[in-house]
């Protein structure tokens, strides 16, 4: 499974060096991972899972003027009860790569405070993609 999302920049973004700051390309991260999480869960599921662990490298810097990224999401495997990604963004304004990024996300049980065994149905979703 693999989405693409397009998240603009926003002049709040910017640090005092006039380039995005590094905590905001979480955010850019978090904001493509919501569709890529509707289109493999149902029914809204997809409010169940919480990051466990996220590595980034940071390829290149994104300036105001670059407009927007693309946030591609791609499905890199499945544990127990979790889901590992691999992320990466793009500039729009002329295509380089601006990050990289490995991702574990943990289904939380009932309660939302513990992992939970991914559903069997979404087990075959994921596996037939």
Known sequence: MTTET????????????????????????????????????????????????????????????????RVTIELDGVGTTSVRTRERMTAESDGRLVLEAKAVIVRLDDAGVGSAPLPDELRARLAAV
């Not at 999480?37 to 029914?43: K, L, S």
Request: aromatic letters at 14%.
């Open 6 to 69: 397009v998240v603009p920049l926003r002049w709040s973004d910017m640090d005092a060096m006039g380039h995005v700051n590094n905590a905001t390309y979480l955010t850019y991260l978090e904001t493509a991972r919501e569709p890529w999480f509707e289109a493999i869960a149902a029914d809204g599921d997809y409010m169940r899972f919480a990051m466990r662990r996220i590595e980034v490298d940071f390829l290149s810097q994104l300036r105001f003027e670059d407009g927007a990224v």
